[in-house]
């Protein structure tokens, strides 16, 4: 029930197109929704993040779609570029104040060509 | 805004031996900050949770007195691996949450550890 799982596990793009990462989780004690960027030997870094009375958010070229009754978020990338090659991973957090803790998604890694 | 970084980047040790890393967040206090552990390829583990002022809370097979975990202040908490073996090689990433940041989680940029 803690899980949350990330799919697919590895994506291909070419330049300019969309990429789609999907995640879904069981636990609907789950609040806040967050996604990460990793770029191999870095720490993750923060690219957007939802909670579950909103439907969507954009951040540029990022969008968080949520579907609350599907328990089922994803993250969409337009435009995609080069630089976008990194390991994406998605996260379910539940608590109060700033305890919560994280669970991650399995990752995503993905390849944009130029 | 929302530093947070790790010391030392890269760390290698004889099997045995006691390794320190520290965890710092550099423009924003820090009551709660987490240490993860990563795989090559593989998703990051939550190894513990550290509020300031008070003891670590471990995850379920995470060995408490082989991963000793101290938050000094609101800036700075750090993780000691105790008597190290090859299989505690891997990397390590801690988090930080901001005092009035609700639950976002700032990442440090981790520390590799390789232990011969």
């Known amino acids: 029930q803690q899980q949350v799982k990330q799919s697919p596990q590895s994506l291909i793009v070419q330049k300019g197109g969309i990429s789609i990462i999907n995640c879904a989780y069981e636990?609907?004690?789950?609040?806040?929704f967050p996604w990460y960027q990793q770029f191999p030997g870095k720490g993750p870094a923060l690219l957007i993040a939802i909670r579950p009375d909103v439907s969507e958010k954009k951040e540029g070229r990022f969008t968080i779609s949520f579907n609350k009754s599907a328990k089922q978020f994803s993250l969409h990338i337009m435009d995609s570029q080069p630089g976008d090659s990194a390991t994406y991973f998605c996260a379910a957090s539940i608590g109060s104040g700033n305890t919560g803790k994280l669970i991650f998604g399995q990752g995503t890694t993905l390849q944009v060509k130029p | 805004g929302a530093v947070v970084s790790q010391h030392p980047s890269r760390v290698i040790c004889k099997s045995g031996t006691s390794v320190k890393i520290e965890c710092r967040s550099l423009?924003?206090?820090?009551?709660?900050m987490f240490w993860y552990r990563q795989f090559p390829k593989k998703s990051l583990m939550l190894m513990a949770t550290s509020n300031e002022g008070s003891k670590a809370t471990y995850e379920q097979g995470v060995e408490k007195d082989k991963f000793l975990i101290n938050h000094a202040s609101l800036t700075l908490s750090t993780l000691t691996v105790t008597s190290a073996h090859p299989e505690d090689s891997s990397f390590y990433i801690c988090?930080?949450?901001?005092?009035?940041?609700?639950?976002?989680?700032?990442f440090g940029p981790g520390t590799r550890l390789l232990v011969l």
């Open positions: 988090s930080a949450s901001p005092r009035r940041g609700g639950r976002t989680q700032y």
């Open positions: 423009d924003f206090q820090a009551t709660t």
């Open positions: 636990n609907t004690a789950f609040d806040y």
